[in-house]
């Protein structure tokens, strides 16, 4: 195959045929070049030979037509509001893949050919289906990487639904590869079946999950835990413990707000308690009436689960503190009266140090365990108190 230089077609060339057929499409391509001072007409319309364009995808981006750009806005636009999905949808990695999919089949049709787009998506029943053989593929290439992982540490969070009595285990894996990545996996949220839950049952059945995945702990392998007794016991052996630094700091938080007495020692914080206490009843009455929906902003229950739980619905309520009253009965107008708006600022002024201090410390993508330190000290020194604090402000940074 022979290319010209001037039109870019591909021209049949042997040997034995000789230059003849060169020769004539030169004298084409030297015609076509003086027509085209007088003429608009392009090669293509004179000699109907193959482009190489129709060998070889250009290299050159092309730009989207305006028209086409619009159609696809709308089209997300209906898909987010009319299925109830949310924006960022449309930006998800799993999503651009369906779109890519979908795209690549539109491009083995002609714009003539009669295929309905209901003929490619398939079923719901039929993706129902399919997902439990995708979360078994998944969770066999998952399997087949922890086997090639020498070095990890193993997450282990460990709960009872409140009004079921109903245990869960939840198990993540991290680990860095050589390249310095941090990898997170979440192996599960396994139904914990075994009748009690003492350190010797707890440790078995950790050791028999892992086990799944081809997962062994000693003593090169961390485990992070929370610091409860059954928690210390049960990861004392054959594995190196670390407890949650998030959660030293979320239980003590939750002992200022909630209890009156720890280890035979009594938690002199009364009035920020009584402060939490008439803010929860608050919220906790508005949310039983649906009556937030008259607020700008949706107010916050309080939850032990949650890490700084009681900043979020300290926070919140401070932003609709103004508003509140115009959504409450009677009966619960004390309980905001006895609410002191400013104490509620010095307070959420005070706590949104420790939630940034958790959103840090909870980081997907990096390792934090550096700067355990530094932002433990930060905090120390965030709860000396000052001069112009106010007493009860004082009774709360002296107990943490």
Not at 149 to 162: L, Q
Request: aromatic share 10%; proline share 1%; net charge positive.
């Amino acid at each position: 195959m022979v290319c010209c230089k001037k039109c870019k077609q591909l021209l049949a060339y042997r040997s034995r045929d000789g230059t003849a057929s060169l020769a004539k499409h030169k004298r084409s391509c030297q015609t076509t070049d003086h027509a085209s001072d007088t003429d608009n007409t392009s090669v293509k319309h004179l000699v109907k030979q193959t482009q190489v364009a129709e060998y070889y995808s250009s290299k050159k981006s092309h730009s989207v037509p305006k028209t086409i750009r619009e159609k696809v806005k709308i089209a997300c636009t209906e898909f987010t509001a009319l299925d109830s999905r949310a924006f960022e949808t449309v930006t998800g990695v799993e999503f651009l893949k369906m779109v890519l999919s979908i795209f690549d089949a539109g491009r083995c049709f002609s714009p003539t050919s009669n295929v309905s787009v209901k003929e490619i998506i398939p079923s719901p029943i039929t993706i129902s289906r399919h997902i439990d053989q995708m979360y078994e593929n998944k969770k066999s290439e998952l399997r087949n990487l922890c086997l090639n992982v020498k070095s990890y540490c193993i997450i282990w969070d460990f709960w009872t639904e409140r009004y079921s009595g109903l245990s869960y285990c939840g198990l993540a894996l991290r680990f860095i590869t050589k390249d310095f990545t941090l990898h997170n996996f979440i192996l599960g949220c396994i139904f914990y079946d075994v009748d009690s839950q003492s350190a010797n049952n707890i440790r078995m059945f950790v050791d028999a999950q892992l086990l799944s995945f081809g997962l062994t702990l000693n003593n090169k392998i961390f485990v992070v835990t929370d610091n409860g007794n059954k928690m210390r016991a049960a990861f004392k052996e054959k594995c190196t413990r670390i407890g949650c630094s998030i959660h030293y700091l979320n239980k003590q938080l939750e002992h200022s707000f909630t209890s009156e007495e720890i280890d035979r020692t009594f938690v002199r914080c009364i009035k920020i308690q009584n402060l939490f206490d008439n803010v929860k009843k608050v919220v906790t009455h508005v949310r039983r009436t649906h009556r937030q929906v008259k607020l700008k902003q949706k107010l916050q229950l309080y939850s032990d689960t949650r890490f700084n739980g009681a900043f979020y619905m300290l926070n919140v309520f401070l932003n609709v503190y103004d508003d509140i009253g115009s959504v409450l009965n009677s009966g619960y107008i004390d309980y905001l009266t006895s609410v002191d708006k400013n104490l509620l600022e010095e307070v959420c002024r005070f706590l949104i140090v420790f939630d940034n201090a958790i959103d840090q410390l909870s980081a997907e993508e990096r390792p934090t365990m550096h700067q355990v330190l530094s932002i433990r000290q930060l905090l120390i020194d965030q709860c000396e108190a000052k001069f112009e604090d106010s007493s009860e402000l004082k009774e709360l940074k002296l107990f943490l």
